[in-house]
């Protein structure tokens, strides 16, 4: 099961080419959509181009039609994707991935069904391999330091060496190089990149420093 879209260049866009952008997919909630398209310059400025901006909050949706509609060189995708419903909602505002905290069957065949790339949660063996039975070879390792972290991803390098993995969740400016070491995985997903106080106060050129420094995070 392929699920694609068109990339900016025109070309299908994957889960794979998602995580393969940055060393970093930024996790991100928004309470105010007038945030998101600055928020969206900032981060291109600084490298990155995949964002998460998680259906947490009543505002993340339009903020994903704002930066579909504002910043061309921004993939606005939506995160906590739980349901059919919320991955169509996604498509509607102009969201090109989807990120799901978990997994179900009948997610992964929602996504299929209107073509949104999807990068679904698991966090046991046994959720890798129901992904992996729906065709997913790449996955978001979630919640990552309470699933059991660097450890984990190495442990599962044997029996899913053919997996790749974006850990998220616990995952800061301080811990992300020890996963992204590891060669299964590709990227990792946090919030630092845009922390609630720097967007209030509309500090945008220290989140592109930031996106900056996490661009320079060195991959296995």
Do not use: Y
């Not at 179900?104 to 698991?122: E, H, N, Q, R, Y």
């Not at 190495?154 to 190089?177: E, L, M, S, Y």
């Amino acid at each position: 099961m392929n699920h694609r879209q068109s990339s900016p260049g025109g070309a299908a866009l994957t889960a794979l080419q998602v995580m393969r952008d940055a060393p970093v997919i930024p996790v991100i909630v928004i309470d105010d959509a007038a945030q998101a398209v600055p928020l969206a310059r900032a981060l291109v400025a600084g490298g990155i181009r995949m964002l998460e901006l998680t259906l947490r909050t009543p505002a993340a949706l339009d903020g994903i039609r704002r930066i579909a509609a504002e910043v061309p060189q921004a993939v606005a995708g939506a995160g906590t994707v739980r349901s059919a419903a919320d991955a169509q909602a996604a498509v509607r505002t102009g969201a090109r991935f989807a990120v799901s905290p978990g997994f179900t069957p009948a997610l992964s065949a929602a996504c299929s069904d209107i073509a949104l790339p999807l990068l679904p949660g698991v966090a046991t063996a046994s959720e890798v391999m129901m992904a992996a039975e729906c065709g997913h070879a790449e996955m978001k390792f979630f919640p990552a330091l309470q699933a059991g972290g660097v450890a984990m991803l190495k442990a599962w390098q044997g029996p899913f060496g053919d997996v790749r993995f974006c850990p998220t969740g616990g995952i800061h400016a301080g811990n992300a190089a020890d996963f992204l070491a590891l060669p299964n995985v590709v990227c990792v997903g946090g919030s630092w990149l845009a922390p609630p106080a720097l967007m209030r106060e509309g500090r945008w050129d220290e989140i592109t420093r930031l996106a900056r420094e996490a661009c320079a995070l060195p991959r296995a």
